[in-house]
């Protein structure tokens, strides 16, 4: 954890963010905030940034299988449901840096040599605290390893979103009450074992300006299908979203090993 910050946590996923107007100088917050423990300030520098990068014209998975588990990376391979040819790659990194070294060298090697990228599904987001949480390193950093590679959700329906910039004006209470609405939806079907999310933060990092990549993962397809149709009765689907996807539905032919550091933990959306 990082030194104790004298900014204040943000309460509520994809703040504001914006400085008061009545300031003459803006001061960044770099680092994510946790609940307080014991009185005492959880604050973390380190974030998890996760790519995924789609492909056609894969005749073998193979051989795309074989580089991946042979790269030591943290990832995950997906048969694209929707391309009788594709397949997405996930990767895992605290270090961005990744994607443009040993990343790139993988997804230009030999196993992907004959492949077409789809850069229209090339997703790139980060972790992020909304203030909130128990345990701030292991949510940030271990949370999103736990889900993606447990071979126990073999299915994945990844999509980036962005909000009508309305959403950002709102006072931090209705913000609150409307994704709280949005969060009870999804842990009904987490505490059901149907369905567990990847929620990173994308701001800046994506050809569209999407502001989120959301992953949903679980042990069947028609739970997530279900789980999306349900939210689009929430206020902040029906009102305040304004672009969502392209969706990308795939089933796992590989996931890397689970860090023994990310082991342990709760489970649930």
Not at 239 to 251: A, Q, S, T
Request: net charge negative.
């Amino acid at each position: 954890m990082s030194e104790k910050s004298d900014a204040p946590p943000t309460t509520h996923p994809g703040g504001s963010g914006r400085p008061p107007a009545t300031r003459e100088t803006f001061v960044p917050d770099l680092v994510e905030h946790g609940a307080p423990v014991r009185g005492e300030p959880q604050t973390l520098e380190t974030r998890l940034f996760v790519q995924l990068q789609v492909f056609t014209g894969c005749l073998d998975t193979a051989p795309v299988v074989e580089a991946v588990r042979d790269s030591g990376l943290e990832a995950v391979v997906y048969a694209n449901l929707n391309d009788p040819r594709g397949v997405g790659v996930l990767l895992m990194s605290e270090d961005p840096t990744l994607f443009a070294e040993a990343g790139r060298a993988l997804l230009i090697g030999p196993a992907f040599a004959a492949l077409t990228p789809l850069p229209d599904f090339t997703m790139l987001g980060r972790t992020y605290a909304s203030g909130r949480e128990v345990d701030l390193k292991d949510f940030l950093l271990n949370k999103v390893r736990r889900h993606a590679l447990n071979p126990d959700y073999p299915w994945g329906v990844w999509y980036p979103l962005r909000r009508f910039g309305a959403f950002n004006l709102l006072p931090r209470g209705d913000q609150g009450r409307i994704l709280m609405e949005h969060g009870i939806v999804g842990r009904g079907y987490g505490e059901r074992g149907l369905a567990v999310d990847i929620r990173l933060e994308c701001h800046g990092l994506d050809r569209d300006d999407n502001e989120f990549v959301i992953g949903i993962i679980g042990p069947e397809l028609y739970p997530l299908s279900k789980l999306v149709k349900d939210m689009r009765a929430t206020v902040q689907t029906s009102e305040y979203i304004k672009d969502m996807g392209p969706f990308f539905v795939g089933r796992v032919i590989y996931q890397a090993p689970v860090p023994d550091a990310a082991k342990g933990g709760g489970t649930g959306y």
